[in-house]
T-cell receptor
Framework: GAVVSQHPSRVICKSGTSVKIECRSLDFQATTMFWYRQFPKQSLMLMATSNEGSKATYEQGVEKDKFLINHASLTLSTLTVTSAHPEDSSFYIC???????????????FGSGTRLTVV | GIQVEQSPPDLILQEGANSTLRCNFSDSVNNLQWFHQNPWGQLINLFYIPSGTKQNGRLSATTVATERYSLLYISSSQTTDSGVYFCAVGKAAGNKLTFGGGTRVLVKP
């Protein structure tokens, strides 16, 4: 089945530094990738949608200059949290969609998430 | 945008019990999926079910699209069923999903 690898699984960084999170589709080409943010005991909130080779589409209220998304290839999307602050601490999850239906999944596969702590 | 409401928000079950989780959505959708998030945060796709009924082992789901709700049934619950169950919907299959608030399930031995 489709597999999405997300790294790192956990990262602690100092306030003011930048952190890059990678999301790779291992056995399929992901034409579209989604980035979500999840606060403790809350639901997933979509941050942005990225399509390979084009600029990401950000949801309302998400700072595009703070959360840089790059989808340079059909198997890799990255999320960079720039000048991180403690309020950016959260669980970030990526999801990748293949170009066609996968029946049971209908093209959505989720990474295992990255827990970011900014100190 | 589409509003997705799940109930109940929390559910405590004794092992072996059955339960029903509900997902209401505010607009017509072409994509509806149920997910289980395990304690480590991994989202596992349970069902893609924009309409109709499906079963997978002890889990089954029914979506009544015309009435804008979906139900997830857990039968003979096990401790491994603990976690958060999310319903997510989309206006078109393959487009972005909007998640409900989730139902946090705890199955006690």
């Amino acid at each position: 089945g489709a597999v999405v690898s997300q790294h790192p699984s956990r990262v602690i960084c100092k306030s003011g530094t930048s952190v890059k999170i990678e999301c790779r589709s291992l056995d399929f080409q992901a034409t579209t990738m989604f980035w979500y943010r999840q606060f403790p005991k809350q639901s997933l909130m979509l941050m942005a949608t990225s399509n390979e080779g084009s600029k990401a589409t950000y949801e309302q209220g998400v700072e595009k200059d703070k959360f840089l998304i790059n989808h340079a290839s059909l198997t890799l999307s990255t999320l960079t949290v720039t000048s991180a602050h403690p309020e950016d601490s959260s669980f970030y999850i990526c999801s990748a969609r293949s170009g066609g239906s996968q029946g049971y999944n209908y093209g959505y596969t989720f990474g295992s998430g990255t827990r970011l702590t900014v100190v | 945008g589409i509003q997705v409401e799940q109930s109940p928000p929390d559910l405590i079950l004794q092992e072996g019990a059955n339960s029903t989780l509900r997902c209401n959505f505010s607009d017509s959708v072409n994509n509806l999926q149920w997910f289980h998030q395990n304690p480590w945060g991994q989202l596992i796709n349970l069902f893609y079910i924009p309409s109709g009924t499906k079963q997978n082992g002890r889990l089954s789901a029914t979506t009544v699209a015309t009435e804008r709700y979906s139900l997830l049934y857990i039968s003979s619950s096990q401790t491994t069923d603990s976690g958060v169950y999310f319903c997510a919907v989309g206006k078109a299959a393959g487009n972005k999903l909007t998640f409900g608030g989730g139902t946090r399930v705890l199955v006690k031995p």
